[in-house]
C-alpha cells in the first residue's frame, strides 16, 4: 500500500535579496495513511517549512511531494488553494480564528467553499465543535474562549471538512500544561478513533509522545537515529 | 450570498471606525442628493407639459434685450401659430431680497397659451377686469399667507414707476395651480397686466421681453419658429426663436452656470470621500493580514480574497450611500414642504441609479488597492508576521 504523503528529494530554497537560504536539503520521506507523525529540531532547523511544502502553503524548489496519489510540487497557486480546502486542515500555535466571528461561524469558514447549503454547514459545524467538547461554547467569539478552548475550535475549523491530512504547527505552543494534554489527547483521539493522519511540529517531547512516531529536522536534513539526534543537540 | 456574513462581520470589526467612515458617506451621499434635487429642478425647468407644443421668441442679440410690442399682430399671423402671449421680466422684491420669486408683467391670454396653469373661471374674469390685479400661484401663495383680496406691494428693481415711485402695488385677484407634481415648480410665480406695467413704468414703453407661440401641429415648430425669424430679419430687432427647453436652460444661466457649480462641488467631496474611506479600508486591511492568510490557507483562492475586501468596501459605500440618499429624499421633501418656493425636485429614480452607480464605482476604486494587497500576500510571510 502506498504512503498517504511520499516525499523524495525535496529541496527548498529561498532567496533574500542576493542571498540564497537552503532551507531542506534533498528530504525523503514517506507518511503513511493514519500515522501521527511529530516533527521535532532545533529553531531553524526546517520543520515548519516542510509541514508548510505537506500542507500545500509553499511550494518546494526541487524535488516531488505526492500526497493521496496528488503530485502537489505541480500545482499552481489556485490549483493549491483548492486542493488545501479538499484535503487539509490546518491548526497553528496562535489559533488563528477570526475574532469577529463566533466559534460556529469560525468552524464553518472551509465550508463556505463547499456547495452545502447553509442549514449543512451549520450542522456540520455543530458536530465538529460537539466532537472536540465545545458544543456549549458555539455562539462564543474568540475572545470570549479561553486559549486551550480557542485551540480546540481551530482544530473543529480544521476537521469539519473532514481533510485527509492534519498539519499542525506548534499547536500547544501558546498553552499552559493542562490545556496542552487536552489539546494533545484530543488530537490523538482523532487520530486513533477517526483514523485522521496527522502531522505535527512541536518543540515540546513531551507532546510528541503523543505522536505514534517522531522524526528530527536539523539544518534542513533528517535525522532519525537516536545518535544523530544526539550529534545534532549537542 | 453566503460570504455576506463573512464581509459584514469584517465590515464592523472595529464598529467605531467604520461607523465614524459610514457618517462621512452618508454626510457626502445626502450632500449629493441634495445637491442634484437642485440641479434636476433647474435642468427640468423648461419640461412643460405642452412641452414642444409651445415656442418662445427672443432677442436675437441677447436675451436682455426687448422687442418690440408691434410685431405681436404680425407673429400671430404667421400660419400655424394659434396663440401669442408675450411677457416682461420684472424682478420686483417683495419685502426682502431672499424672497426671490418670478413676477413678470404677462398679456391678458397668458392662461390660454399656458393652460397647464388652471385658474378658476371666476378668478380669470377678476383679473381680465382688474387692471392692477395679479394672479399667483398655489405654493407661492401658501409660503407667503397669500389670499385673494390681498395687496400685495412689490419694489422694482429695473422698471421705476413714471412718478418716480419704486413700490408697485397688485391686487391678488387669482390662484392658479399646477396639477402636475414634477411642475410644482411653476406655481412660484406671480403674473400682472402687461399694460399696466407698460403705461406706468419710467421707460422702455412699448417693448416686450418675449413673446410665447401656442402652436397648433408641434411637427411644425421648424417651419414656424424659421417664419417668426424671418419677420425681424435684417432688423434692429431680429429674433431668434426657440424651444421651451432651451429657453428655460438660457434663462437659467443667466443666474449662474447651476452644473458647474453642482459638479464641482460634488467632485470635491467625492475626492474626500475617496481619500478618507480609502485610508479607512488600507488601514482595515492591514490590521487583517493574519486573518487573510488563514482564509488563503484554508482554501480561499486569490481571487476570493480580492472579491472579499472589494465587496466590504462597496457595501461600506452601499449602506452609507442609501442612507444619505434616503435622508437626502426626506430632506427635499421637508424643504419643499416647509419653504414651497425652493428650486428643488425630489431624489428620483436617475438620482438613486447614479448615487448607486457612484457608491459602486468609489467602492471599487477605495477598495482595489488593498484588494490588489490581500490577494498578492504570500500565506507563509503573512503567518510568519513578515
Known sequence: ?234 | MKYLGLVWSALFRRKTRTIFTLLSVVAAFLLFGLLNSVRDAFASAGHSVAGASRLITISKVSFMMELPKSIYTRIQAVPGVSEVAYINWFGGIYQDPKNFFANEAVSPNLFDVYPEFKLPAAELKAFQQTRTGAVVGASLAAHFHWKIGDQIPLQATIFPQKSGSNTWTFDLVGIYHVANRSEKQQENALFFHWKYFDEARAFGNGKVGWYVEKIAQPKDADRIAAAIDALSANSDHETKTQSEDAFQTSFASQFANIGLIVGSIMGAVFFTLVLLTGNTMAQAVRERIPELAILKTIGFSNRSVLALVLAESVLLLMIGGAAGLALADLAVSFIRARLGAVPMLPVGLESWLLGLALMALIGLLVGALPARRGMRLRIVDALAGR
Open chain 1, 1 to 234: 500500500m502506498s504512503p498517504l504523503v511520499e516525499i523524495r528529494n525535496l529541496s527548498k530554497v529561498y532567496v533574500r535579496g542576493k542571498q540564497k537560504l537552503e532551507v531542506l536539503h534533498h528530504i525523503n520521506l514517506d507518511i503513511a495513511q493514519g500515522d501521527f507523525l511529530a516533527l521535532m529540531g532545533p529553531s531553524g532547523s526546517g520543520k515548519t517549512t516542510l509541514l508548510n511544502l505537506i500542507g500545500g502553503l509553499d511550494s518546494p524548489t526541487d524535488g516531488t511531494l505526492t500526497v493521496a496519489g496528488q503530485r502537489i510540487d505541480r500545482l499552481g497557486q489556485s490549483e493549491l488553494a483548492r486542493w488545501r480546502a479538499g484535503h487539509v486542515g490546518f491548526v497553528f500555535q496562535f489559533y488563528n480564528l477570526l475574532p469577529m466571528l463566533s466559534a460556529t461561524k469560525n468552524v464553518e469558514l472551509p465550508l463556505l467553499l463547499t456547495k452545502l447549503p447553509a442549514a449543512k454547514r451549520r450542522s456540520h459545524a455543530a458536530v465538529a465543535l460537539e466532537l472536540v467538547g465545545l458544543a456549549d461554547r458555539a455562539t462564543h467569539k474568540p475572545g470570549e474562549l479561553s486559549g486551550g478552548q480557542q485551540q480546540r475550535v481551530a482544530i473543529a475549523r480544521a476537521i469539519v471538512s473532514d481533510p485527509t491530512l492534519l498539519v499542525c504547527d506548534e499547536p500547544t505552543g501558546d498553552l499552559d500544561r493542562q490545556s496542552a494534554v487536552e489539546v494533545l489527547t484530543l488530537l490523538q483521539r482523532l487520530n486513533r478513533e477517526h483514523g485522521k493522519t496527522i502531522v505535527m511540529v512541536t518543540h515540546d517531547p513531551k507532546a510528541a509522545e503523543y505522536a505514534t512516531h517522531t522524526l528530527h529536522l536539523d539544518k534542513g536534513t533528517l535525522v532519525e537515529t537516536a545518535e544523530a539526534v544526539a550529534q545534532a543537540v549537542s
